[in-house]
Every structure is written in structure tokens, then in C-alpha cells.
């Protein structure tokens, strides 16, 4: 007779995990999945609330002036993700497939963008090539307000974006193919389309979805120098800042999520894909000099990196000329806000309380969510739907995400509606728009781990919170800097998530920068966009110098061997 299987007892760790579990699942539902829910309800509402199904979607697709939004997204984003794929391609070959010099200078040049909000770049075009700016004549007549301003502005602040993803799959290259191509007499065009172009193909792929996603969803660039052309992301904006239309606000948001949702689920294949490219006998490459390829490189990447800092300069020399363009000499007037309309130095202060609040309590909340997903060995369904659950911020725009929250935030009888107009929606915005990144990074971290020290620790009746406090924090420090840097930055130049969110009291500096450039105000909005920059600068040069402190002071583990 076969005794009968006996399920071990649940120790008092694994109740605590699978709780702690349970409570991430209901946080991330909450800030996510039921606002979500509520915009599609509102979708097939009229403005009293009662239902009448699609006759929203109806009215949207009979509308010529509403639906030709959707071509103009389609193929303004589609324009600009391939020029923004193009000079990606190509400076990433020349950062690791040549012998050029200055690559941490041109790298560094590369990433500025990215710390600045996506209006900088709009408002410095004005300056370049609006009516009365100083390349002007360079448009041969045409305007810079329209399709041409939103892929110029596009392609500038989706740039590095790109980059990083197609240098990850550059930089991994197998130089025994390079060997075998140059054995068997491959010109050096059939090795490129052959070798080079196959094995960072689904890095290509990966950022073209991308970065196809953050211009069809982008609000700041169309906003500035988008002029009479619609746009998608405008276009909510429009019907829920401008008409009120709350129900037609739902309708095109969920058009913009179609797009969103698919290139995420592209973009998650192509890079599973890339990375099981590689084996382990992969041996690295290394790129041989070539004068006349090299100068070539040289001079494609100094062009690009001056094009990258003649925008930003051009943007920070517009925040201190006295007068644009009559009086050219420079002046601090425009950084005294308290003359502006729609900005002041408190919504310096709001975004930077805002920057500090978010990289704290997002990155606690990451972390040890991800450390919930990744160690408890309990409750497996649980642990599977909270990992897709945390997946979802990245298939949503920021503007959708900031709508759902007025629909769930500001209904009535929710018991969460004190926090509507209050700095804490803005958090909990900021952290739901960037957790997918920075969970995925979490996840990398604590796979790094041996899982031989849970199992010590649980050997030795050691409570898992300690061993998490003691040992498996420490150790990870790094991504948890890494984690909060992200955040902050974010949060300082995100103008999408909380456009829709923020109260009088609350104005941030990236909404300010809009508010002033709408009022007319463009210097003192070039100015606040800049105090971005010089913020954002600022605190990842903090960043990288506590770093490398924290890794000679905690991690020295990691420096054995090298």
C-alpha cells in the first residue's frame, strides 16, 4: 500500500513572502489594471454616463479632422523611427566596429539627451528654424511647424534610446564569424550585410519598436512645433484639457494603446532573441584600424554629436539672450520665473520633491517587489500574473496612464479620491509609468545571485528579511542606484504622465515649461527646460561618483579577479 503524499507545512517565511506577494499584486492592480479598466468604460459612455456602446468610436472614425490623427501618428512616428534607427545604426558601428577616437566623448554626447524633457528640443527649434529663427532660410521655405518640426524634435531626444539598444547588440559579436567570412574571401560588404547586419538584427528590430513607440505617443515635441497638425497624443489633450470631452479622450487613448501594446510584444521577442544569439564559446571582437573607414566614422559621429550639442546650446543660449533676436546679450531675466506665466521657481521645487519621492519609495518598491517575484517558492500562479502585471507600464503611454487616473482618482465614492490634486497621484504616477524598467532591472540583479544563500539562511532558521537586509541588499546595491537615478531622472522630465494629474500647488518644471511656451513665454521655458538639464547633469555625475565609491567601500567582491 503507497502511503499518501504529505504537503510540507508553509513556514513562517513562505506566509510572509506569499503575503508580501499578494500585496504587490494588489498595488500594481490598483495602479494599474482598474484605472485601465475605468477608461474603457468611460470609451462606451456619453458625458452623462450612460452606456451607448461604440457610437464613441462612431462619431471618432466619421470625423475626418479627429481620425486623420491616426495617419499622421502612423507615419510621422514610422519617418522618424527610421532616420532615428539610420544615425543610431551608424554611430553605434562607429562606437564599437572601429578604431575611432574620443568614444567616451562621443558616448557621453550621445546620452545627453536623454536629460532633458522631450519639449527642449521643440523649443530650441523654434529658435533654429521658427519665424524668426537664425537657420530659418535652411527649410527652403517650408515651416517648422507641422510634420517636419515633430520628426526633427523626435529623432533628437529618441536617439539615445536607440543607441543603447543597438550598441548592446554591437558589442556582442562573435569574431570567429569575421574569421570565417575573411577565409572563404567575403567582400567586406557581404561580411556587413551577411555577418554584421544578421547578428544584431533583433537589436535593430527591439529598437525600432521602441522607438516607434515613444514618438507615436510622445505629447511635448507635437505640442511645441506641432502646429495644425494632429497628432494622437495632441489630440487627447485637446479633448480632455481643451473641450472637456472625457468619454473622446477614452476613445483615442485606447487607439494610441493598440500601437503601444504591439511594438511591446515585438520588441519582448526580439530581445529574447538577441540574447540567445550568442554561445558560450563566443569569442569577442575586436575591430582592426582602417584609416580611410575610421576618418569616415569620425567625421559621421562628430557631425551627429554637433548637431546633438548645437541643439542643446542653442536652447541654452536662447534661456539668456536679453531679447531673441533684436538684443543678443545675455541676461538671468528669464530665470526669474515669478514674471512668467505659467511657471515659477515652485514648480522647480515640486518637480525636484517629486524626482526625490519617486526614486526613493519607487525604488523600494521595486526592489523588493522583484525580490518577492524572484524568491518566493510559493502561490507560482501568484508570482507569474504579479511578473506580467509589472510588464504592463511599458505597453502604456504615459497619457493614457495619466487619463486613467482622472477616471479612477476623481470617481466619485473612492475611498483613494483624497488623493486626487495631490503630490502622492504624481508619485504613484511616475513610479507606474517606469516600473517595468526598473523591475526588469531589479530581476537581472537578484538572478546574479546564488540561490545557495537563501538556502543557508534557511538551513540556519535564519528569517528571510534578515538575510534580505543583511546580504542580499548589499549586494545589489549598484541596481538599486541604478534603479533610483532612472527614476529620478524620469520623473524630472516626464511631461506625458502628469500633464493630466497636477493641481495649482503641485505644477511641475515640465509642465511649467509647457504652460510658459503656451502663454508665449518661450525664453523662460527654454530656461526651465534647461534647469532640467543642468538638475538631471548634476545628479548622474552624484550618481557615478557614489557609485564607484560604494563599489570600492561595499563591493569589493566583485573586484577580485579583475
Not at 497624443?233 to 487607439?255: C, E, H, P, R
Request: hydrophobic fraction near 55%; charged fraction near 10%; proline fraction near 5%.
Amino acid at each position: 500500500m503507497v502511503a499518501p503524499r504529505v504537503r510540507p507545512r508553509l513556514g513562517r517565511d513562505e506566509w510572509l513572502m506569499g503575503g508580501g506577494l499578494l500585496v504587490l499584486a494588489l498595488y500594481l492592480a490598483i495602479t494599474l489594471l482598474v484605472p485601465l479598466a475605468l477608461m474603457l468604460t468611460k470609451s462606451v459612455q456619453d458625458r452623462e454616463g450612460a452606456f451607448v456602446g461604440l457610437a464613441n468610436f462612431a462619431q471618432y472614425f466619421t470625423n475626418p479632422a479627429l481620425s486623420g490623427a491616426i495617419g499622421n501618428s502612423l507615419w510621422v512616428s514610422a519617418l522618424a523611427t527610421a532616420i532615428t534607427i539610420a544615425l543610431a545604426f551608424g554611430y553605434a558601428y562607429a562606437l564599437n566596429r572601429s578604431c575611432i577616437p574620443f568614444k567616451g566623448f562621443f558616448r557621453l554626447v550621445a546620452m545627453l539627451p536623454l536629460l532633458a524633457p522631450s519639449l527642449l528640443s521643440a523649443i530650441a527649434l523654434v529658435y533654429l528654424f521658427g519665424n524668426q529663427g537664425a537657420l530659418k532660410g535652411w527649410l527652403f521655405g517650408e515651416s517648422i511647424y507641422g510634420p517636419i518640426g515633430i520628426v526633427i524634435g523626435s529623432v533628437f531626444w529618441t536617439f539615445p534610446h536607440a543607441l543603447i539598444i543597438i550598441s548592446t547588440a554591437l558589442a556582442t559579436a562573435d569574431a570567429r564569424l569575421y574569421e570565417a567570412s575573411e577565409s572563404l574571401g567575403a567582400s567586406r560588404w557581404r561580411t556587413f550585410t551577411v555577418v554584421t547586419l544578421s547578428g544584431a538584427r533583433y537589436g535593430l528590430i527591439s529598437a525600432l519598436f521602441v522607438v516607434f513607440t515613444l514618438v507615436i505617443t510622445d505629447f511635448g515635441v507635437p505640442k511645441v512645433v506641432g502646429g495644425q497638425f494632429n497628432m494622437l497624443a495632441t489630440d487627447i489633450y485637446k479633448q480632455v484639457v481643451g473641450q472637456q470631452n472625457f468619454q473622446m479622450g477614452a476613445v483615442v487613448s485606447l487607439l494610441l494603446l493598440l500601437p503601444a501594446v504591439l511594438a511591446f510584444f515585438v520588441e519582448r521577442w526580439a530581445q529574447r532573441r538577441q540574447i540567445s544569439s550568442l554561445s558560450s564559446r563566443a569569442v569577442p571582437y575586436r575591430p582592426k584600424p582602417s584609416p580611410v573607414r575610421d576618418l569616415a566614422l569620425l567625421g559621421f559621429v562628430g557631425l551627429v554629436a554637433l548637431v546633438i550639442l548645437g541643439i542643446l546650446g542653442m536652447a541654452a543660449f536662447a534661456s539668456f539672450a536679453k531679447l531673441w533676436p533684436y538684443n543678443l546679450s545675455l541676461t538671468l531675466s528669464h530665470y526669474d520665473f515669478s514674471n512668467a506665466d505659467g511657471g515659477s521657481w515652485a514648480s522647480y521645487g515640486n518637480s525636484i520633491r517629486l524626482a526625490l519621492y519617486t526614486a526613493v519609495s519607487g525604488s523600494l518598491v521595486v526592489f523588493v517587489g522583484a525580490y518577492l517575484v524572484e524568491k518566493t517558492r510559493v502561490a507560482k500562479p501568484l508570482r507569474t500574473a504579479t511578473h506580467l502585471l509589472a510588464l504592463i507600464p511599458m505597453a502604456v503611454p504615459g497619457m493614457v496612464l495619466g487619463l486613467a487616473y482622472i477616471f479612477f482618482f476623481n470617481a466619485p465614492g473612492n475611498p483613494l479620491n483624497f488623493l486626487y490634486g495631490t503630490m502622492a497621484i504624481l508619485v504613484l504616477a511616475t513610479i507606474a509609468h517606469f516600473y517595468t524598467v526598473s523591475h526588469l532591472t531589479a530581476l537581472t540583479a537578484l538572478k546574479q545571485l546564488d540561490p545557495e544563500f537563501e538556502s543557508v539562511s534557511a538551513a540556519l532558521k535564519t528569517p528571510f528579511y534578515r538575510t534580505f537586509w543583511r546580504v542580499t541588499t548589499p549586494m545589489c546595491l549598484p541596481a538599486i542606484l541604478d534603479i533610483a537615478i532612472y527614476f529620478f531622472i524620469n520623473a524630472m522630465t516626464t511631461v506625458s504622465a502628469v500633464v493630466f494629474l497636477y493641481a495649482p500647488h503641485t505644477t511641475l518644471a515640465s509642465v511649467a515649461v509647457l504652460n510658459m511656451d503656451d502663454a508665449g513665454d518661450t525664453a523662460p521655458a527654454a530656461a526651465m527646460a534647461m534647469l532640467i538639464v543642468y538638475t538631471s547633469a548634476g545628479v548622474r555625475l552624484l550618481h557615478a561618483w557614489l557609485s564607484r565609491w560604494l563599489l570600492r567601500r561595499t563591493q569589493a567582491w566583485r573586484l577580485q579577479g579583475r
